[in-house]
């Protein structure tokens, strides 16, 4: 089994899901006590969020560029943001550690591919929703991707980022996304799922509350990181 490493605090709250989802991966394909090889970078979320905010992409990169060096010095043999975000700023960092990064746009990627969808509400931060370094991912796989309004992307992000990344999960913000969904399913009969483009999106929203596939960009990575960590050839 390889040792995964996890970049996670971008908020704790969804990495808690990574750290859970990941031995509870291992347990189900290995049984017994078995559980996940995990090293974890917990970071500060308050300066990195305030250097989204401001555009100080390079200074956020310095940060996770010392906590991915980090994990491969302690023995990781592949690494995972526990962010969507801040993959943005992933060709800031890869170039400096030897060991892989597995992308969680592409995770998400292959995983509509292999459900067969092909159109896909995108829900997430504004910077996911509004740069093209998450959605030039999804169209390189032939995945169409629907974008919110300027005033839901805003009421996204202040949502995440006011109530999710602080362990708040409010009704009236899982009826506005739920909204926002039917809405835009009602105007384009040719979309066939969402995405949770941000890892705290799942703790608000589950598929019974809609009848169009959910894709949760955190278990999708995990997915993809359990393949990897357990492939014995």
């Known amino acids: 089994m390889k040792t995964i490493g996890l970049i996670g605090g971008m908020s704790w709250e969804s990495t808690l899901s990574y750290y859970t989802l990941l031995n509870e991966g291992v347990k189900a ?11 974890l970078y917990s970071v500060d979320f308050a300066p990195i969020a305030a250097f989204q905010k401001e555009g100080r992409w390079e200074e956020a ?10 994990l491969e010095r302690a023995g990781a043999d592949f690494i995972l943001l526990c962010t969507n975000t801040m993959h943005k700023i992933l060709p800031l960092i890869t170039p400096h550690i030897s060991i892989p990064f597995l992308h969680i746009a592409e995770a998400t990627a292959e995983a509509l591919k292999e459900k067969g969808a092909h159109k896909a509400i995108l829900l997430g931060t ?9 959605t030039d991912i999804l169209h390189q796989h032939n995945i169409d991707v629907v974008i919110p309004d300027e005033q839901s992307i805003q009421n996204i992000n202040r949502i995440i980022f006011d109530e999710l990344c602080v362990g708040k999960i ?24 969402v995405i949770l483009g941000c890892t705290e999106i799942g703790l608000l929203l589950d598929q019974k509350m809609t009848d169009l596939p959910l894709f949760d960009t955190t278990l999708l990575h995990v997915n993809a990181a ?4 357990l492939k014995t050839t």
Do not use: C, M, P, W
């Open 126 to 134: 504004k910077f996911t929703l509004q740069e093209r370094f998450y």
């Open 61 to 70: 990169a310095h940060i996770l560029q010392e906590a991915a060096l980090s």
């Open 29 to 39: 394909n290995l049984g017994g006590l078995h559980s996940a090889k995990v090293i």
């Open 170 to 193: 409010k009704t009236d913000s899982q009826k506005l996304f739920l909204t926002l969904i039917n809405t835009l399913k009602k105007d384009d009969k040719s979309i066939d799922s």
């Open 226 to 229: 359990l393949k990897y960590a």
